[in-house]
C-alpha cells in the first residue's frame, strides 16, 4: 500500500515534469446573478423552489405554529421527529406525536416515523436550494433523510442568499453538509422526471419574514 | 446464500473484454430500431432542455473557463493536492488508501469490507467502481454490493451493461423496465409489486421498496466522489433520488473510490463547478441532493470512512501533453447528449464504462490502444465539434481524437486509412489528374452502385449509402458560371 502511494506520486511527477505552468484561475464569473434586495431575492427563492416541486409557504413568525401544525395535519402526519435544539414553539400547536433523538432512533425506528421539522444553515435562491449543516434544530442527516415528508423552516432574510458563490464561505466544511433542491426525484425513466425515489418525496417549505 | 449461489444477478460477462471494435458494435446497434428510438427521444429531450438551463447564467463562458484552469492547475501540481487532500481527511478521522490499478482498488475495498463481517454492500453510483469491475469482483469474494441508482438497478436487475453516464439504463424503455423488474426484483429482495404497470412514477415507487430494506439494514456503503476538497478534505456527492444519501449516511461503514483527478485545491473552487456540473449534466439549477462530508462525525453518519485513492491509468493520460485534458472530465455527460455518433450507436458500441466522445478519448488513454475495440474508438467520432462546445470544461475532444488517431495510426493497422490518405495526396498535389478524375466520375455517374467495393472500404457503406456524384464536377460549374 505505501509502495502503491509512491509508486503513483513519482509516476504523476515524471508525467508532469515538463508540463509547463498553467494559467492562474480567472474568476471573472459573477458573485451574483440577482440583485441584493431581500424582498426579490426572497421571491426568486420560493419561485424556484416551487419549481422543483416543493411546497412553499410564507408566514410571520407569529403565524409559524399554527401553520406547521395545519401542514402536518394535512398531510396525515401522526409521528414527528424533533431534532436536538428545534425551537420547542415551532411544533406547541401540532397535534403529531413527538419523537426525539435520544438515544439515537435506529434506521427502522425512523422510518417508522412520518415526518420531520427543521430549519436549516442557508438558503440559496438562484438554485432553490436549502443547504443543512446538522446545527440546531437540524440533527444528524438521516432524520431529514428517512421519514417521508420534511417541513423546513427559512427565516429571511438572514438565512437567504442570492448565489452558489454567496452560499459556500457561510458554511463550515468540518460539518455533514445537505444541499436540498426540491424533494427527491429521478429521471432515469426516458428521462420523464418523477418526483420521489428514497429521500422525502414531500418537502415543505415555510419561509419565516419579518419579527 | 450458500454453496455457489449467486448474491446478485450476475452481468453480462467479464466487463468489456473481447468487445468486437467499434464499427462492428455500432452497425449492430444501428440496426435497432427500439434503441435508435430511445436514443433519440432522450439525447434530444435533455440536449434542450440543457441549452435552457445554461442559457440563466449570463456568465456561462466565464465559469467555463474558470473550471478549466482550476483543473488544469490541479493536474499541473496533482502531487502536492493529493498529499494535501490525505492529510485533511487523515486529520478528520478518515483513512486513505492508495490503488495503482484496478485490481489493486478491488482487492483494498474487499479486505475492507470482509474487515467489517459483513457479506453485502449499498452502492451509490460510481464511475470508478464500475470501470474497476468491483461488483464482480466482490461477488467472486463472496460479497453482494446491491446498485442502488435507478437506472444503475435497472442494468443491474436486467444483467446488462450500462450505456450512458448520467442514464445509464438510457437505451431501455419503461416497458422493458417493467418487464425486468417484475421478472428480477423477487429473485435477490423484495418483488416487484403485483400488477405493476409502466408508468415511471410506478417503477420509481417499485425501486424505493424494493431498496429500502437493503438501506436499513446496510452496515457498508460504497461510493465514488464528484469533487474531493484538497484543502478541507471533504468529499462531495451530486445526486438526485437520495439513494446516494442513503448509501453515505445509514452504514456504519463508508467506502469511497475515486480517481486521482476528482481533487480540487479550495473549498471555493466549488463555486464552479456546483454551478456548471448540475445545469450540463441533468439541466436543472441544481440537483435534487448534493452530500458533503469531511472524514467521520461523531454521532451523525459512518463511524468510519475509507478513501481510496485510484490511478489505474490516470497518469499515463497525464503525461499526455495533448491527451491529458480528458482529466478535467467532471462526468456531466452533455457531449454524448449532443454526439450524433452516440445518438445511432448508442452507448454499448464504446465498449467501455465510458461511452461517447468523452470515452473515446479517455478508454484509450486510460488502458491503451492494444485491443480493437479500444484503438477503433478515436476514429468513433465525425469531428463536428459538439462535444467541444458543450464541455463545461472546455475539453477540446476532436483535438484529442484527431492526436490519438494519428497514434493509433503509427502503431500500425488501419492500413486502408492510411493508404486512402497517401493517395489522395498524391492525387491532391497532380490537379490534372484530380480534373480528369471528376470529369469521368461525372460522366459515368449512372453506372455508380450505392455501395463501395472491395474489402475494407466495403464496411463504411454497409450502414449508409455513398452520397451521389454530382453531373458535373464542381470546378467545371464554377468555371462556367463565376468566370
Redesign the interface.
Known amino acids: 500500500?505505501t509502495d502503491?502511494?509512491a509508486?503513483?506520486?513519482a509516476?504523476?511527477?515524471?508525467?508532469?515534469a515538463d508540463?509547463p505552468?498553467?494559467?492562474?484561475?480567472?474568476?471573472?464569473?459573477?458573485t451574483s446573478?440577482t440583485a441584493e434586495d431581500p424582498a426579490a431575492l426572497l421571491d426568486l427563492l420560493h419561485e424556484?423552489l416551487a419549481d422543483?416541486r416543493a411546497h412553499v409557504h410564507r408566514t410571520a413568525p407569529d403565524g409559524l405554529a399554527g401553520l406547521i401544525a395545519r401542514l402536518l395535519a394535512e398531510r396525515g402526519a401522526r409521528t414527528v421527529v424533533v431534532p436536538p435544539g428545534l425551537p420547542a414553539d415551532w411544533l406547541a400547536a401540532a397535534e403529531a406525536v413527538r419523537r426525539t433523538d435520544e438515544p439515537?432512533l435506529t434506521?427502522?425506528e425512523l422510518?417508522g416515523v412520518d415526518a420531520v421539522v427543521t430549519g436549516c444553515a442557508v438558503a440559496?435562491a438562484?438554485?432553490?436550494?436549502l443547504v443543512l449543516d446538522?446545527g440546531p434544530g437540524q440533527g444528524?442527516?438521516?432524520l431529514t433523510?428517512?421519514p417521508d415528508l420534511h417541513l423546513c423552516v427559512v427565516r429571511a432574510p438572514e438565512q437567504v442568499v442570492a448565489s452558489?458563490?454567496l452560499a459556500?464561505?457561510r458554511l463550515d466544511?468540518?460539518?455533514?453538509?445537505?444541499?436540498?433542491?426540491?424533494?427527491?426525484?429521478?429521471?432515469?425513466?426516458?428521462?420523464?422526471r418523477?418526483e420521489?425515489?428514497?429521500?422525502?418525496r414531500t418537502l415543505e417549505v415555510v419561509l419565516v419574514t419579518g419579527r | 446464500m450458500s454453496g455457489d449461489e449467486r448474491t446478485t444477478p450476475p452481468g453480462p460477462g467479464p466487463a468489456f473484454v473481447g468487445m468486437p471494435a467499434f464499427p462492428e458494435a455500432a452497425r449492430k446497434a444501428v440496426g435497432d430500431a427500439t434503441l435508435r428510438a430511445?436514443l433519440r427521444?432522450?439525447t434530444h429531450?435533455?440536449r434542450d432542455k440543457r441549452a435552457r438551463a445554461v442559457a440563466?447564467?449570463?456568465?456561462w463562458a466565464?465559469?467555463r473557463?474558470?473550471g478549466k484552469?482550476?483543473k488544469?492547475?490541479t493536474?499541473?501540481?496533482?502531487?502536492t493536492y493529493?498529499?494535501r487532500l490525505e492529510e485533511a481527511v487523515t486529520a478528520?478521522g478518515g483513512t486513505v488508501?492508495?490503488?495503482?490499478d484496478a485490481a489493486?482498488a478491488n482487492r483494498?475495498v474487499t479486505e475492507l469490507v470482509k474487515a467489517t463481517g459483513e457479506s453485502e454492500v449499498v452502492k451509490v453510483k460510481s464511475m470508478a467502481t464500475q470501470e474497476i469491475g468491483l461488483n464482480e469482483h466482490l461477488e467472486a469474494e463472496g460479497i453482494a454490493a446491491y446498485e442502488?441508482?435507478?437506472?444503475e438497478l435497472?442494468v443491474q436487475l436486467g444483467r446488462d451493461r450500462p450505456s450512458h453516464i448520467l442514464?445509464p439504463?438510457?437505451h431501455r424503455?419503461?416497458g422493458e423496465?417493467r418487464d425486468i423488474f417484475r421478472e428480477e426484483m423477487g429473485s435477490w429482495g423484495r418483488p416487484a409489486p403485483e400488477g405493476l404497470a409502466d408508468s415511471?412514477?410506478e417503477?420509481?415507487?417499485a425501486?424505493?421498496l424494493h431498496?429500502?430494506e437493503k438501506?436499513?439494514?446496510a452496515k457498508v456503503g460504497i461510493s465514488g466522489a464528484n469533487f474531493m476538497?484538497a484543502e478541507?478534505g471533504?468529499l462531495v456527492v451530486v445526486e438526485?433520488?437520495?439513494?446516494g444519501?442513503?448509501c453515505?449516511?445509514?452504514p456504519e461503514t463508508l467506502i469511497s473510490v475515486v480517481g486521482?483527478e476528482k481533487v480540487v485545491p479550495t473549498?471555493?473552487?466549488?463555486?464552479?463547478f456546483?454551478?456548471t456540473l448540475?445545469r450540463s449534466s441533468?439541466a436543472?439549477?441544481?440537483?435534487?441532493?448534493?452530500?458533503?462530508?469531511?472524514g467521520t462525525?461523531d454521532?451523525?453518519?459512518p463511524r468510519s470512512f475509507h478513501l481510496v485513492?485510484l490511478?489505474n491509468g490516470r497518469?499515463?493520460a497525464?503525461?499526455d501533453?495533448v491527451g491529458?485534458q480528458a482529466l478535467r472530465c467532471i462526468r456531466c455527460s452533455a457531449c454524448l447528449n449532443v454526439c450524433p455518433v452516440y445518438e445511432r450507436a448508442g452507448g454499448h458500441a464504446y465498449g467501455s464504462v465510458y461511452p461517447g466522445p468523452i470515452g473515446a478519448i479517455l478508454i484509450p488513454q486510460l488502458r491503451g490502444t492494444a485491443s480493437g475495440v479500444d484503438a477503433s474508438l478515436p476514429y468513433a467520432s465525425s469531428l463536428c465539434g459538439a462535444c467541444y462546445e458543450v464541455c463545461p470544461v472546455a475539453i477540446d475532444i476532436p483535438e484529442v481524437l484527431v492526436h490519438l488517431r494519428g497514434k493509433v495510426a503509427g502503431q500500425g493497422g488501419h492500413r486502408p486509412e492510411r493508404a486512402a490518405v497517401k493517395a489522395s495526396a498524391w492525387v491532391l498535389d497532380h490537379p490534372g489528374v484530380l480534373a480528369a478524375g471528376e470529369r469521368l466520375a461525372s460522366r459515368t455517374r449512372a453506372l455508380h452502385p450505392r455501395r463501395a467495393p472491395g474489402p475494407g472500404i466495403r464496411r463504411w457503406t454497409e450502414s449508409r449509402d455513398l452520397p451521389e456524384m454530382p453531373a458535373e464536377p464542381f470546378r467545371d460549374w464554377w468555371r462556367k458560371n463565376r468566370t
Open positions: 500500500m502503491s502511494r509508486r503513483v506520486l509516476r504523476i511527477r515524471a508525467a508532469v508540463a505552468e498553467p494559467p492562474a484561475a480567472a474568476r471573472d464569473y459573477r446573478h424556484n422543483y439515537r434506521p427502522y422510518d440559496v438562484e438554485t432553490g436550494t446538522g444528524r442527516r438521516a433523510l428517512v452558489v458563490p459556500l464561505p466544511p468540518a460539518r455533514p453538509l445537505t444541499w436540498i433542491s426540491g424533494p427527491s426525484a429521478t429521471s432515469d425513466i426516458e428521462l420523464d418523477v420521489g425515489v428514497h429521500g422525502p | 430511445n427521444h432522450a429531450t435533455i440563466e447564467l449570463d456568465d466565464a465559469l473557463e474558470a484552469r482550476i488544469d492547475e493536474l499541473r501540481h496533482l502531487d493529493l498529499l478528520a488508501h492508495w490503488a495503482a489493486e483494498i442502488t441508482d435507478l437506472a435497472i442514464v439504463a438510457i424503455n419503461r423496465i415511471p412514477a417503477l420509481a415507487e425501486a424505493r431498496l429500502r438501506f436499513l439494514r476538497v478541507t471533504t438526485s433520488e437520495g439513494n444519501r442513503m453515505l449516511t445509514l486521482i473549498w471555493r473552487d466549488l463555486e464552479v456546483l454551478q448540475p441533468t436543472e439549477r441544481m440537483n435534487p441532493y448534493t452530500s458533503m462530508w469531511t462525525t454521532d451523525d453518519g485513492l490511478d497518469t499515463t497525464l503525461a501533453e491529458r
